[in-house]
């Protein structure tokens, strides 16, 4: 009697903390809309155009955000493999795969909008320069890690070999990211952060560029937040299908 | 290095194609992980009252 009191207790509460958690979410998506119809206006209404590329330039406000948040996703990933490595809790795992999921359909999404932008600019779809061919790489290094994960006959293996993939697959990242310099291919280089050329991009560019990075972030934190819910989700669902089986086997016992 | 560029004009479609391919695959992926999270928290609702009615059913000093 006492521990279905006890079970009806901490199912209320979590109910609660999930309503209220799942308000918060709410409140996450509608600034991500917000944020996003400001970009949107700053982008086309506000941001000069381009006196060389004209118009199509203006892909550059979602196309390079999109390439930071991919690489933050696998840098979530990498954290997320080593703590799992290290302390083998489900909470890692259930951290490093989200942000795998939405690191692939971020760089799906670059490797997408690249070839659009590059067509009217370099005559070309694609060509394997180095940054092109070394995000291909990341691609493909991250869908396997989800393939690894899908086809394992093992849960716990699954995560244990994605783990690792995880740490290794991210010695892709700052070779992605520097290989504008290190070959110089067809790939401009790099107009903002850490290695760019000085003054290459207007100021107004560069406020439009840092709002829009902003706005994919919230988007970005609000999907982790989403694919992070759902995998606790059907984790609570296992358990409870697990509880069912002992409840049967025990009245079968009796 | 090769430098075809266009004249702004015809490169529009262009940049409409990037971003409409953006928001469809992004509205796509909020639709199908919001309803898939939908369908799950349906599903252990319903697992958890049929756990309930059978532990009750078993011990009706449960359901004092």
Do not use: C
């Not at chain 1, 155009?49 to 990498?78: C, D, K, N, S």
């Not at chain 1, 070839?115 to 940054?131: E, L, V, Y």
């Not at chain 1, 899908?150 to 010695?171: E, K, P, T, W």
């Not at chain 1, 070779?175 to 790099?190: D, G």
């Amino acid at each position: 009697m006492g521990s279905v009191q006890t079970d009806q207790v901490t199912m209320t509460s979590s109910t609660a903390s999930r309503s209220y958690l799942g308000s918060a979410k709410s409140v996450l998506l509608l600034a991500a809309g917000a944020f996003m119809l400001a970009n949107m206006y700053l982008i086309f209404m506000w941001a000069p155009t381009e006196a060389v590329m004209g118009h199509v330039q203006r892909i550059m406000y979602i196309h390079v955000p999109m390439a930071w948040l991919a690489f933050l996703a696998f840098f979530i990933v990498f954290v997320g493999s080593i703590m799992y490595l290290w302390k083998r809790e489900s909470r890692w795992d259930m951290l490093a795969s989200s942000a795998a999921e939405l690191g692939v359909v971020f760089t799906s999404l670059v490797l997408i909008t690249g070839p659009i932008w590059g067509k009217p600019i370099w005559g070309i779809w694609w060509t394997w320069d180095a940054r092109l061919t070394t995000t291909l790489v990341l691609w493909l290094i991250y869908v396997s890690y989800l393939m690894l994960r899908a086809y394992s006959s093992n849960r716990s293996q699954g995560a244990l070999y994605s783990a690792v993939l995880g740490v290794i697959g991210f010695v892709d990242v700052p070779i992605v990211y520097f290989a504008v310099n290190w070959w110089r291919t067809q790939h401009q280089r790099l107009v903002i952060g850490t290695g760019s050329l000085e003054g290459s991009l207007n100021a107004d560019m560069r406020t439009t560029l840092y709002f829009s990075l902003l706005a994919f972030t919230i988007l970005f934190s609000f999907l982790l937040w989403q694919k992070i819910s759902m995998k606790r989700t059907e984790e609570d669902l296992r358990s409870i299908r697990y509880s069912k089986e002992l409840t049967r086997g025990a009245r079968i016992e009796r | 290095m090769i430098a075809l560029i266009t004249t702004p004009a015809n490169n529009i479609p262009y940049l409409f194609a990037a971003y409409a391919v953006t928001w469809a695959i992004f509205f796509g992926y909020v639709f199908f992980t919001s309803r898939r999270q939908h369908e799950l928290e349906q599903e252990v609702r319903l697992l958890r009252d049929t756990l309930e009615r059978g532990r009750i059913s078993e011990d009706p000093d449960a359901s004092n």
